[in-house]
């Protein structure tokens, strides 16, 4: 949001060189104060080999006492910094341990740019990665690579290229837009302000040129328009809302709507302490509506032209897990973002990363900067951003409702089920309108049950049997679904679960177009089958466990599925090495060993019924 | 410093570094018992005039708090009684009776431990007895090393202490409100801010300060190389000179036995503008407190010092 101050992350591994190669840019660009600099002549430290009256670097970058009693940096520290430009950066000065990991994603979530280190004769270690992953994950777009102490390894551009090359393979996948690589000496002062004679192969920028050009920030003024309400302000005869615009722009005359009441109104006048025709990100204001609006701390004022605001209950969200106490099933916390606060709880861990290797694995519970990707659900509906459109309105932050303590910081995805029925575009013919046309009413059968249980053939003969009655119908068949519409997901836990939430929602859109879906699919896991049932009221969501003995499915194994399993063809394959999670109340329960018209009749008795509930 | 930016870009840097305090300030207000520190300094200035806008045109809806130690300047005293009335300030003045009482003076102790009884653990007093669990200070990161380190929102422990070890992490623009029992918080709007911005917007305001920041011809006296202005007769009676007339400002302003001057010809704030970005010397230097140890700053926010 901030377009002259720019935040850069200082961060890498410990002793990878920040300290000195911070301090020679704090000089180098004339940010240091003389006395200051002074005392970086004549102070020395025990063990240092620099003579007395040269520059200490890492001096003027110094940590507090209680730091240097052990040896290390605990927290950030903001140094400003002055660009050839005027630009002014703040350099947020990260720790490089991997304990503290949580406050280097405190400098990193306000950052713009990160500025990498890696020691050119160590190479890359662990922790880089590690901050490289957390820049990524945090939303930093642009990268600056380091490669430090040059002087070390004889300026040699093989070793630099082989780091270039190593860590290419590596930053491509985090989402960075810019990447620069620059060889450096702190020590010496390589590529930091000047380049340098002792790297001739090195055609690219300095450190300084590379900020600079990466410290040009535009600002996006097409993004949806958002006003978090932080105070309401009594005028002489009017209230103003006040906060500050965080996407988008507002000016006076502009007609928006207040989430989440919905109402719409016109700006009639904006206070903001800067004067102009309209306020861009950034701006802080106080807005007047021309009518009385129900607002508070904790509403939001956004654009009318967005059809549907983004509300939800339940959203995918990456996490970075900040506290000593780790997180337990079931607990509930208090989510804020910006001035919205409602309970929260973690629903799900779909996987955590791990940084290191960069993969993703299993886990039950979040400690200490673990990063996972979780599902949160809400005790009631807020609008919340994607944190790819917007860092603050698309960030949250989970506290401890004991220890009041901030636990996790939060980086939404998307929302998973859409609390989007009050803005919802009101079509002219519904699923009322549709039914009676049909004739009948609509409802969905989830047929649930292990490979071979027989789910197809019965919904293949359920179909013919109400189609013979005069229903609307249609088939929903995994296999099929796969095919097409899932053809990008693979069958990872993560992977099976966005398959059930698709086809839940193909299911309820043929639903509300009046036709009976039935849907086939394995869906073993619960919390899935849960998760779509919530998308339905009771009378219209039948779920039928299709629950034939396993030795039957065995044998029958239609697509070879077992067969290849044992023999560790495929893994992942529920029934044969990934668990199925019995429902424990379905409306219906069949066998599929069990006579298929005795079968059929019984399913196809869920829909008769159902014509007799509202 | 910074000598090359240009005026246009002035104006941008200050307009944000102005949302953003005033972004702040709305959050303090959502805290159940805000109080606002007037140290009556430039900061402070700023800061008062930054809590204005954030609620304007209604009144700044939380107290302002000043914490006198008995030794500040007059001028600092009358200064302050002028902006509450012409600003119409809910103002309230805490000082460490008791210790007044039992005579502590920057003479009678270190000003180590002076400062400690007199501001630290007044400001302690005042918050406790007001209940206060947020206080707004004018704290700048470019001030000093342990002031870099601290977040815009700082978690205080029970006691007031500050541990730097385990500070509450701070994401984006939300701010974890909720205190357990006995905590508060301590919130620096103007972090973000160098010296030179706060001399830049209190020209772009027209904002007025105390007359002590330009050059004068004033009593003084010098002490172990450092000038002192006498501001009454307990500063001549104590070290027995006579005062000399010498043309000086302050940097920074505190106890006048404390605060060393500097001699200067620097009589507007476009003189101090451009002061600053010639001379290039570090701001608390004038600050005699800090001296005591390379750490002192740091030793005194552990104890509750703002």
Redesign the interface.
């Known amino acids: 949001m ?4 720019v935040f850069t992350v200082i961060c890498g591994s410990v002793d990878d060189g920040k300290s000195t190669v911070l301090g020679r840019l704090l000089v180098d660009s ?2 240091i ?4 600099l002074d005392q970086a002549r004549t102070t020395r430290r025990a063990g240092s080999v620099i003579p007395v009256g040269e520059i200490d670097y890492s001096l003027l970058t ?6 240097r009693e052990q040896g290390i940096t ?7 910094m ?1 660009l ?1 430009s ?3 950066i ?1 350099m947020s000065d990260s720790p490089g341990h991997e304990q503290y990991t ?2 280097m ?2 400098a990193a ?2 950052a713009h740019i990160a500025l990498l280190l890696v020691d050119a004769s160590r190479g890359v270690r662990s922790q880089t990665v590690r901050h490289a992953n957390i820049c990524g994950l945090m939303g930093v777009k642009k990268i600056i690579v380091a490669v430090n102490k040059m002087d070390a390894v004889d300026y040699s551009q093989a070793r630099f290229n082989e780091i270039v090359t190593e860590l290419n393979h590596r930053l491509g996948t985090l989402g960075f837009d810019s990447i620069e690589y620059v060889p450096v000496s702190g020590l010496v002062g390589v590529n930091v302000s000047v380049s340098a004679p002792e790297t001739p192969w090195h055609t690219g920028k300095t450190l300084v040129e590379a900020l600079n050009d990466f410290a040009e920030v535009e600002a996006d003024t097409n993004a949806a328009l958002r006003i ?1 309400v ?2 309401v ?4 005869d009017n209230r ?1 809302y ?3 615009v ?1 996407s988008g722009s507002v000016q006076v005359g502009q007609q928006v709507q207040v989430w989440p009441s919905g109402a719409t109104c016109t700006v009639s006048a904006i ?1 903001s ?2 004067q102009s025709d309209v306020y861009a990100a ?3 204001v ?1 807005v007047e509506f021309d009518r009385e609006v129900d607002a508070a ?1 904790g509403h939001i004022i956004c654009g009318v032209d967005e059809e549907v605001l983004p509300v939800s209950r339940v959203f995918l969200s990456d996490m970075i897990w ?1 506290s000593d106490t780790p997180q337990t099933k079931s607990q509930s916390y ?1 989510l ?4 919205i606060e409602v309970p929260a709880s973690i629903s799900a861990i779909r996987f955590v990363t791990d940084m290191d290797e960069n993969e993703q694995v299993e886990a039950s519970s979040l400690s200490m900067n673990d990063v996972a990707r979780v599902e949160i659900t809400l005790a009631r509906p807020i609008l919340l951003d994607s944190y790819e459109a917007n ?2 309105t698309g ?3 989970l ?1 401890d409702r004991l ?4 636990v996790a ?1 939060g980086m939404v995805i998307h929302p998973i089920r859409r609390e989007s029925e009050v803005l919802r575009h009101d079509f002219s013919v519904g699923r009322t309108q549709r039914e009676a046309l049909a004739g009948h009413k609509s409802c969905v059968l989830w047929l649930t049950g292990l490979p071979s249980s027989g789910k197809s053939t019965i919904a293949d003969e359920v179909e013919k049997s109400l189609h013979s009655l005069g229903y609307r119908t249609t088939v929903i068949d995994g296999d099929t679904v796969r095919t097409g519409l899932s053809s990008d997901l693979g069958f990872s836990s993560e992977d099976r679960s966005e398959n059930v939430r698709r086809v839940a929602h193909l299911a309820e859109i043929v639903m509300q177009a009046g036709v009976v879906a039935i849907v086939a699919l394995v869906s073993p896991i619960a919390k899935d089958r849960d998760a779509a049932r919530e998308l339905f009221k009771e009378s219209d969501f039948f779920e039928v466990f299709v629950d034939t003995p396993l030795e039957v499915c065995e044998s029958r194994d239609v697509k070879g599925l077992y067969k290849r399993a044992r023999q560790n063809l495929v893994t992942n394959m529920t029934g044969a090495g990934q668990e199925y999670e019995a429902p424990e109340n379905p409306e219906l329960r069949v066998d599929g060993s069990d006579d298929l018209e005795l079968v059929t009749a019984a399913i196809v008795d869920l829909v008769i019924e159902r014509q007799n509930r509202p | ?6 005026r246009a ?1 002035d104006d ?2 200050l ?6 305090a ?2 702040a300030m ?2 303090c ?2 805290f159940s018992n805000p109080v606002l520190m007037y140290s009556i300094g430039k900061d402070s200035t700023v800061l008062l005039h930054l809590a204005r ?6 009144p700044i ?1 939380f107290p302002v708090l000043h914490i006198n130690t008995g030794w500040k300047f007059q001028e600092m005293i009358s200064f302050r009684d002028n902006a509450a009335k012409e600003l119409n300030l809910d103002l309230r003045v805490h000082s460490n009776f008791s210790a007044m009482d039992e005579g502590v003076t920057p003479f009678t102790y270190g000003a180590d431990e002076y400062t400690r009884i007199m501001k630290t653990v007044a400001l302690r007093e005042a918050l406790d007895l007001g209940g206060f669990n947020l206080a707004i200070g004018g704290a700048r ?2 001030e000093e ?2 002031r ?2 601290e977040r815009m929102f700082s978690l205080r422990s029970a006691g007031h202490t500050w541990d ?2 385990n ?10 409100n ?3 029992e006995g ?1 508060s918080v301590r919130a620096f709007p103007i ?2 801010w ?1 010296e030179l911005d706060v001399w830049k917007y209190i020209r772009r305001e027209n904002l007025d300060v105390v007359p002590l920041y330009f050059a004068a011809e004033r009593p003084t006296i010098e002490v172990n190389g450092s000038l002192l202005m006498v501001d009454d007769e307990r500063l001549t009676e104590h070290y027995k000179q006579e005062p000399v007339l010498r043309q000086i400002r302050f940097r920074t302003l505190g106890c006048y036995p404390l605060t060393a001057a500097e001699e200067s010809e620097t009589t507007s704030v476009d003189d101090i503008i451009t002061e600053l970005e010639t ?5 608390r ?1 004038g600050r005699l407190i800090d001296g005591e140890g390379a ?1 002192s700053m ?2 005194k926010k ?1 104890e509750g010092y703002f």
């Open positions: 901030n377009s002259s101050v004339n940010s104060p003389a006395d200051t110094d940590g507090l006492e209680s730091e605990i927290d950030v520290a903001y140094r400003h002055y050839p005027g630009r002014r703040i949580r406050n994603a405190v979530a306000k978090p932080q105070a302000i009594r005028t002489a103003g006040a906060g500050q965080m206070t302490p800067t950034g701006s802080a106080s701390r900040v208090i804020k973002a910006g001035p860092r603050d960030g949250y932050i506290c220890s009041q303590e901030t910081a | 410093m910074a000598n090359s930016i240009s870009l941008v840097v307009a944000e570094l102005e949302a953003e005033i972004w709305r959050e207000a959502a806008k954030a609620f304007a045109p209604g809806p990161r470019d090393r342990s870099a380190k730097p070890r500070q509450r992490p701070e994401f984006w623009s939300t701010v974890n909720l205190l357990p905590a972090s973000n160098t001379t290039n010397r570090s701001e230097a750490s740091e030793a552990l």
